[in-house]
């Protein structure tokens, strides 16, 4: 069956499904697309369905030539029709794997999927997880869902685990050239989900079990939170002796070797850092074992947006005024620069905490016109001009995220006082700064 399998793939005759058509999963729609394969994306929002039928695009930094290009040759479709997972000979899955009330893996879009697919399976389908998640869950959640159905993994169908390493904005390293890590159920698994993706991607690392690669990406989601908390740790011990941690960072960063810099922030944002980490010390739990050192991290990353709307209240004090009614303009809804991608972001917080005090706020993001309501937040705002006539109203320009727009010294001109959580005002902009 796999020797059958892989030469479809060989033959770009093999149809490839990708169920989730967020971040993640359009990229993987056109990546396949673009290497010869006819693919269907699968999702439950209709609305996104019919936009890349129309040849649109909704994420921001995926151009619609290529939406146009895919969907209009009709090599690639978009569908919110899940019968048609049968028609895939490879289905991969990128629904997203959030925290629940108690920051407990919520993995009801998983299993939803897993149930979904098994319904249709058939011989001959390879099935890939790309969701991040802990060890053990494709093995735990999927793999007896699919052989409740009779067939056997390894031999009637196959099952692994890739994670996506998805950068949003970033324009060296794109779906193509970021090596994929591959880990399969069983060595027949394995040998068939390096031939699926080796036929799309420039450089495939195997390894020896789905665990391995569902572990390999929580420790690189895990390197980057423990590393921010620790520079974000860095940040408020030096502000208290009156060092600038931006400037120690810049001279560390010089040593060739052995050092790389990580920077401090009004708190994490994103679909990954701030949550994955969670997923492992969920499962950690059940082994006895306790991850104090990620749990640590999420204790110091969770703290900063009260850092910096305490700073803000002080710097407020300190030119003579009261937070209660002061006029505050949060610059960044987004939660890392010039991306439209809102989840997760500190600014949010920032926000909220700071109308708890009694501020009047505002936000600019030139990506994101309108503030959309989402699970935990809904602020009924929408962006003001990001001009400096427009920053010269407020008594705080308080800035969240580095947007490249926000870099332009002259908007700070007239600015009253600005508090810069991201090191991207100069000193000499002429406003009264404070980094917090
Ligand atoms: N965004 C990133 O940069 C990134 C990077 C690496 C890994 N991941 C992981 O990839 C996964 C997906 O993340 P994302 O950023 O693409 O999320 P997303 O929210 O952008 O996209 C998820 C999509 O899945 C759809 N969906 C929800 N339930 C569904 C269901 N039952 N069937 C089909 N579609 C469904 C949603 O409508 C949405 O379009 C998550 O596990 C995330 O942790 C994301």
Same mark, same amino acid.
């Given at each position: 069956m796999s020797d059958a399998l892989i030469a479809k793939i060989r033959a770009r005759t093999a149809r490839v499904g990708v169920v989730g058509l967020g971040y993640v999963g359009l990229p993987l729609v056109l990546l396949f697309e673009e290497a010869g394969f006819p693919v269907i994306g699968f999702d439950v929002d209709d609305e996104k369905a019919a936009k890349l039928g129309r040849g649109e695009s909704y994420i921001r930094h995926i151009g619609v030539d290529r939406i146009e290009k895919a969907f209009g040759a009709k090599r690639a479709e978009a569908t919110t029709d899940f019968g048609r997972l049968g028609e895939c000979d490879a289905i991969i899955v990128c629904v997203p794997t959030p925290l629940g009330n108690h920051r407990e893996p919520d993995l009801k879009y998983i299993r939803i999927t897993a149930e979904t697919i098994a319904r249709l399976l058939r011989p001959g389908q390879v099935i890939v997880l790309e969701s991040? /998640?802990? #060890?053990g869950t494709t093995r735990e959640e999927l793999l007896p869902r699919f052989e409740s159905t009779g067939l056997r993994c390894g031999t009637d169908f196959f099952l692994g685990f890739s994670p996506e390493r998805e950068d949003p904005g970033?324009?060296?390293?794109?779906t193509r050239n970021i090596p994929k890590v591959v880990g399969g159920i069983d060595d027949a698994s394995l040998r068939v989900i390096e031939e699926l993706y080796g036929a799309a991607v420039d450089q495939v690392v195997p390894v020896s079990s789905a665990e391995v690669a569902e572990s390999s990406k929580l420790l690189e989601n895990i390197f980057r939170a423990v590393n921010i908390a620790l520079v974000n740790e860095m940040k408020v011990v030096f502000d208290r002796m009156g060092i600038n941690v931006w400037e120690v960072i810049e001279a560390a960063k /010089?040593? #060739?070797?052995?050092f790389m810099p990580f920077y401090p922030g009004p708190g994490l944002g994103g679909h990954c850092i701030p949550l994955d980490p969670f997923y492992l010390t969920w499962k950690a739990a059940e082994y006895g074992v306790w991850a104090r050192f990620i749990e640590l991290a999420g204790e110091v990353n969770t703290a900063m947006p009260r850092y910096v709307v305490d700073r803000t209240v002080d710097a407020v004090n300190a030119a003579g005024k009261s937070i209660l009614g002061a006029t505050v303009l949060v610059l960044g809804l987004s939660y890392k620069p010039d991306i439209d991608d809102d989840r997760e972001s500190p600014s949010f917080e920032l926000i909220e905490l700071l109308q708890e005090r009694g501020a009047v706020v505002a936000y600019c993001d030139p990506f994101i016109p309108e503030a959309r309501r989402g699970r935990k937040h809904d602020l009924g705002l929408k962006s003001v001009p990001c001009t400096a006539d427009e920053f010269a109203k407020y008594d705080v320009v308080l800035v969240s995220t580095p947007h490249s727009?926000?870099?332009?010294?002259?908007?700070?001109?007239?600015?009253?006082l600005v508090v810069d959580t991201r090191n991207i005002v100069p000193g000499e902009a002429g406003a009264a700064l404070v980094r917090a």
């Open positions: 991040t /998640t802990y #060890p970033n324009e060296r390293f794109n /010089t040593k #060739p070797f052995g727009a926000f870099k332009d010294p002259s908007l700070y001109g007239r600015a009253k």
